[in-house]
């Protein structure tokens, strides 16, 4: 069945440090990818999208390039804020089915 | 617009009592997907009801069940609860069916159970 996997955290930076988290999925056909936020207290949030090979998602200075070859769409940042402190969810949706499936989600701390 | 609503925002029972969650969706979406979120299994999917029916269900016990109104507006029972039901219950609606290219899911803020 379809699965996501993302780097465990949490991870912690520093304040406008860069942000990379790992996500890979397995699934079949071509699967859409999504990268949700969920700020504390809060429900989930779309943050970025990507539905086919090569296409690139980006929101708020986050972007994550669909790896059809690597089965990868990893999370950037080019530098980070304090306000980014949340846990970040890698999920997939496939053509075969259209509940998405979640990962387990990363926990990002950002330090002053 | 008003986003996702979900009630109560809390709630505390004891084993072996029953709960029941409400979701009011985004207006005009017709589709609500129920999750459970725990500390150890993640973001679980539960059901999501479309027009009134359900299609599409996780793997959760019977004690788990749900339904929804002709407004869309949603509700999940929990019966016989067990300490292990302790979770964030969240609650997404979309335009259609959940996933694909174009139907977007809005979560609501969620409802945290706990079982003591």
């Known amino acids: 069945g379809d699965s996501v996997t993302q780097m465990e955290g949490p991870v912690t930076l520093s304040e406008e440090a860069f942000l990379t988290i790992n996500c890979t999925y397995t699934?079949?056909?071509?699967?859409?990818l999504f990268w949700y936020v969920q700020y504390p207290g809060e429900g989930l949030q779309l943050l970025l999208k990507?539905?086919?090979?090569?296409d690139k998602g980006s929101n708020k200075g986050f972007e994550a390039t669909y790896r059809k070859e690597t089965t990868s769409f990893h999370l950037e940042k080019g530098s980070v804020q304090v306000s980014d402190s949340a846990v970040y969810f890698c999920?997939?949706?496939?053509?075969?089915?259209?509940?998405?499936?979640f990962g387990r989600g990363t926990s990002l701390i950002v330090h002053p | 617009k008003a986003g996702v609503t979900q009630t109560p925002r809390y709630l505390i029972k004891t084993r072996g009592q029953q709960v029941t969650l409400s979701c009011s969706p985004i207006?005009?979406?017709?589709?609500v997907s129920w999750y459970q979120q725990t500390p150890g299994q993640g973001l679980q999917f539960l059901f999501e009801?479309?027009?009134?029916?359900?299609?599409n269900k996780g793997n959760f016990p019977g004690r788990f069940s749900g339904r929804q109104f002709s407004n869309s507006r949603s509700e999940m029972n929990v019966s016989t609860l067990e300490l292990g039901d302790s979770a964030l219950y969240l609650c997404?609606?979309?335009?259609?069916?959940?996933?694909?290219?174009?139907?977007?899911?809005?979560f609501g803020p969620g409802t945290r159970l706990t079982v003591l």
């Open positions: 999920a997939l949706a496939s053509g075969g089915s259209y509940i998405p499936t």
């Open positions: 207006s005009g979406h017709r589709s």
């Open positions: 990507a539905t086919k090979a090569d």
């Open positions: 009801y479309f027009s009134e029916t359900q299609r």
């Open positions: 699934a079949t056909g071509y699967p859409s």
């Open positions: 997404a609606s979309s335009v259609g069916l959940a996933g694909g290219d174009s139907n977007e899911q809005f």
